[in-house]
């Protein structure tokens, strides 16, 4: 009698796990505007990091955006005003649990990650004039892409000069730009040939401020097929929440050249949802290829 009373526990056990697993579709990535869920009987505020239930209701807000992620790691925005149900939702991108979820983890809690490891290993202070938004050569500044964007402070006016050079110094492009960016393909003839490129960025009304050098490795044939057999399961729309979700992907990986650039086309789709500057001033801060912000109130603290 006992044992049946332990195996009747048990399965009612896994039933309520089964239960609970269903009743979860969604995690919130990013929320612009008042979008609000409905579970019960009340409507409540929506926000970044909670879980949408497969009974919940979902109202979007005028000029508004939410980025979602599925319980099968698909993402999935609502950007169109009105009310939808979860369940709806859950039906467009079906699928059940997968090793994805541990993407949708890393982006909603990396910025406290980032935070730990600088703790534990330090940040590195850049004193250079004119900071460019990659990773130090001691990071193992590797690249996956070949279509990459390069980024840089633009406290010292436009226009600029970005310089690629061999390990030999010979010169493979000088690109000239308005921009504090430029996005490059290492497939290229220019670059093509080359394992390790070494770029700067200068000042093109003065040469002599410029940034310091960087490297450009590119991955090693291996780990390029490990890395493209694990992005079959990612999702191939290019949605702002996607490039989130891939840049998650990148950086757990090691590849902050390719989550820098998943980053800024993620911005470029979605220029008005602050959530996404944030989340890539959070990933360059984090990685120590941007100094922190410091609040005013903490720096007269310091003075």
Do not use: C
């Not at 840089?152 to 690629?164: C, G």
């Amino acid at each position: 009698m006992k044992i049946l009373k332990l195996v009747l526990i048990g399965l009612l056990a896994v039933a309520s796990l089964e239960g609970s697993a269903q009743d979860y579709a969604f995690r919130v990535l990013v929320n612009k505007g008042k979008n609000e869920v409905k579970a019960g009987e009340n409507w409540q505020a929506i926000k970044v990091g909670s879980s949408l239930g497969s009974k919940d209701e979902v109202k979007v807000s005028e000029n508004a955006y939410i980025g979602l992620a599925h319980v099968s790691g698909k993402t999935l925005e609502l950007k169109q005003p009105g009310k939808y149900k979860v369940a709806d939702l859950a039906a467009r991108v079906s699928g059940n649990a997968s090793v994805l979820n541990k993407y949708t983890d890393f982006v909603l809690s990396a910025n406290k990650q980032r935070q730990n490891n600088l703790a534990a290993t330090g940040s590195v202070t850049r004193g250079e004039e004119f900071p460019v938004y990659l990773p130090l050569p001691t990071k193992n500044p590797v690249v996956y892409n070949d279509a990459i964007t390069i980024a840089w402070n633009n406290k010292l006016p436009a226009p600029y000069v970005v310089n690629f050079k061999s390990m030999f110094d010979d010169v493979l492009a000088n690109i000239e730009t308005s921009d504090s960016s430029v996005t490059i393909n290492l497939s290229d003839a220019r670059f093509a040939n080359e394992d390790n490129i070494i770029v700067f960025v200068s000042s093109k009304t003065d040469p002599n401020k410029k940034s310091e050098p960087y490297t450009l490795k590119r991955l090693s044939k291996a780990d390029k097929e490990r890395i493209k057999t694990e992005l079959t399961d990612f999702s191939q729309e290019q949605t702002a929440v996607a490039k989130l979700m891939l840049a998650g992907f990148y950086e757990k990986n090691g590849l902050l050249i390719d989550a820098g650039t998943a980053y800024q086309d993620a911005i470029k789709l979605e220029p008005t949802v602050p959530d996404f500057k944030e989340s890539y001033s959070q990933f360059l801060e984090g990685n120590n290829m941007k100094k922190p912000k410091v609040d005013p109130k903490e720096q007269k603290k310091i003075k």
